[in-house]
């Protein structure tokens, strides 16, 4: 799976055509099996691209109880946080993915699903942390 990235881009009618026969696929699968963490995964994002937050936000609320130790699902729940203005959320779950191991420091920086956590005081406690994981990534 990949970090969210699409909650800024235009697209077009087609594309919010195609995208909801995918939402509407992916919610039945996890009606069907409500642990399938590959279906979750990309309901979720499916929900973020189509501008769905808080639907967006229940599912990786969801996929963080169930994969409580794979970062990207805690990355793309701090990028839930921020997309639905719950920055000290945002931060503690962007810290915990970060403890978990998350390193892409480059997407991170302009993710734009995090651009309204990037610009709060709360961030800056975690720049210095990311400024010491990347330190030590180049020794």
Not at 28 to 42: E, F, H, K, S
Not at 48 to 56: L, N, V
Not at 111 to 125: C, F, G, I, T, W
Request: aromatic share 10%; hydrophobic share 35%; net charge neutral.
């Amino acid at each position: 799976m990949s970090e969210k990235s699409n909650s800024s881009k235009q697209i077009s009618r087609a594309e919010l055509r195609d995208l909801d026969t995918k939402i509407e696929f992916m919610e039945g699968l996890v009606r069907r099996d409500p642990d399938y963490v590959d279906a979750l995964q990309l309901l979720g994002d499916h929900y973020t691209a189509r501008g769905r937050f808080a639907e967006g936000l229940t599912v990786d609320e969801r996929l963080a109880r169930l994969d409580p130790e794979n970062a990207l699902v805690f990355y793309n729940l701090a990028c839930s946080y921020s997309l639905t203005n719950q920055y000290d959320r945002a931060a503690f779950a962007l810290d915990r993915a970060l403890d978990l191991g998350y390193r892409d420091f480059k997407w991170l920086a302009r993710d734009p699903d995090l651009k309204k956590l990037r610009a709060q005081p709360v961030y800056q406690e975690l720049k210095a942390k990311i400024r010491e994981l990347k330190s030590k990534e180049r020794d």
